[in-house]
């Protein structure tokens, strides 16, 4: 990016910390920047508690535990429990495509809640649960297994979620798990994906005894949770390429499929944000090796199965280069027909995971620009890997507030906007195409090749439909 592009961003940043108090201003200023090339990171402050008073876009662990890690798992019925509210609010909102049919051997689309009342506050709710995993196993006699997704209520009064757990899981037989997942740990959902991932270590793969027979190929996608049916297309270039998937959690996951991942020869790991614990644990007991991969756009696919084939034989490098060279004249005709309406766009991003970073090489093969990304709860780990996908001169912003992302788009002016569904109708209003980037605005799937034509699709349908044209508010026309 030219001089005054970065000199124009650094003025925004500052714009927008001089409406804040001095002390909030002083706070904030740790969490905006303007990326530098040959940096180590992105110069940002993150996984720090959001600002009271400012409208912050994150999530709570609860929604890191039950929204992402575990609520995928379909032959599993996750409890919600304490009050209904966060139960509702979370059920169906992630589109996590599943197989199975619901309520009967798959309950993904459900919403089961203890639905405390103020007697449970006061009295603890251990023997509703008690009660409630009783109707479970009556209601749903196909279900595998429980997780107990605790509110901020269970923490509050100090229901003893494990001893239930514990007691139960010997009368029924079945694994059940509970999840310390209350709302108010943490500063964001960051924690909650980490206190799921420490409870599969516990109360699955620790005490799993799988009679998976393991081959040589064998190999398990970690952290996709299957939006608009991602895990499904990154799932045939792999089996195409050689490689058997024995294992895919969370998205269209089973209870079985986790206690065979230890067997594996590789864990492909797809979110690192909300993933990487468990894949380290499994490296350090199992010896088990892994990579993340980035399976967006059509230069990241070529790079990823060429980096997965490299801990393999040659037969696995050889299959990589037939899926590669197999898909090639689909991305010629995806680009030729879709770069020459897109080429030169500008997009900001800001999103949860891995998506403001992996999503980078996507726009750029249809010839777009990346100007400004950021994310909800990253670390400084995600902003590390930022650095190797966006260009000098980039705007960085990390838990950006409500008020300093609208500043941004406005003065920009970006093309495209990506971020999520709370962000949506505010940039629309203000005459920006937008696209919803945490659950694929009801499209999908984005990954793989087939993905990256329905991609491609979306944006240009995005940014080039006519009705922005029409987009004026009637007392300025």
């Not at 650094?10 to 200023?29: D, G």
């Not at 924690?191 to 793969?205: E, F, K, M, S, T």
């Not at 398990?220 to 939006?227: K, L, M, P, Q, T």
């Not at 689909?330 to 970073?357: E, Q, S």
Request: with cysteine; glycine share 10%.
């Amino acid at each position: 990016m030219s001089a005054e592009t970065k000199a124009r961003n650094q003025e925004l940043i500052q714009e927008a910390l001089a409406m804040y108090p001095e002390k909030a201003a002083k706070k904030r200023a740790k969490h905006l920047n303007v990326y530098e090339e040959g940096k180590p990171d992105c110069g940002v402050k993150s996984n720090i508690k959001s600002l009271p008073g400012v409208m912050t876009i994150r999530g709570c662990a609860y929604a890191g535990s039950k929204g992402v890690v575990w609520g995928p798992i379909k032959d599993m019925v996750h409890i919600s429990h304490g009050p209904v509210g966060c139960g509702q609010y979370s059920w169906g909102t992630r589109r996590n495509y599943y197989g199975g049919i619901t309520g009967v051997n798959s309950f993904v689309g459900m919403q089961v809640t203890s639905d405390f009342q103020e007697k449970d506050i006061v009295f603890g709710g251990d023997k509703k649960l008690d009660k409630l995993i009783d109707e479970i196993t009556t209601l749903f006699p196909l279900a595998n297994g429980i997780s107990i997704q605790s509110e901020c209520p269970i923490g509050l009064i100090g229901d003893d979620i494990e001893a239930v757990s514990k007691k139960k899981t010997k009368e029924i037989g079945k694994t059940i798990v509970p999840v310390r997942c209350e709302g108010f740990r943490g500063v964001s959902q960051s924690l909650g994906h980490h206190i799921a991932n420490d409870q599969v270590r516990d109360w699955v793969l620790d005490k799993a005894e799988s009679t998976h027979e393991a081959g040589p190929y064998d190999v398990a996608i970690i952290g996709d949770y299957n939006i608009g049916g991602d895990a499904w297309s990154s799932r045939i270039l792999l089996e195409e390429m050689g490689l058997r998937v024995v294992a895919q959690w969370s998205g269209d996951g089973t209870l079985k499929e986790m206690e065979k991942t230890p067997k594996v020869k590789l864990n492909l790991l797809h979110c690192y944000r909300s993933m990487n614990y468990i894949s380290r644990h499994m490296e350090e007991k199992y010896g088990i090796p892994w990579v993340e991969y980035n399976f967006f756009g059509p230069t990241k696919i070529a790079a990823s199965l060429r980096e997965i084939a490299s801990h393999f034989d040659d037969k696995i490098k050889e299959g990589a280069e037939k899926v590669i060279a197999k898909y090639q004249p689909m991305v010629d005709a995806v680009i030729a027909k879709y770069k020459p309406r897109l080429d030169k766009k500008t997009v900001m991003l800001y999103v949860g995971g891995l998506r403001p970073r992996h999503v980078v090489g996507a726009y750029e093969d249809l010839g777009m620009e990346v100007v400004g990304a950021g994310y909800e709860f990253a670390h400084g780990d995600d902003y590390q890997r930022t650095t190797h996908y966006v260009k000098d001169g980039t705007l960085i912003y990390d838990d950006v507030t409500g008020f300093e992302l609208e500043h941004f788009v406005d003065k920009i002016r970006p093309d495209l906007v990506g971020s999520g569904v709370k962000e949506k109708y505010i940039f629309q209003k203000m005459g920006v195409p937008f696209r919803q980037m945490h659950s694929w605005d009801y499209s999908g799937p984005y990954h793989g090749y087939d993905g990256f034509a329905i991609f491609a699709r979306d944006m240009d349908m995005a940014i080039n439909s006519p009705v922005w044209s029409m987009n004026k508010a009637p007392w300025k026309k």
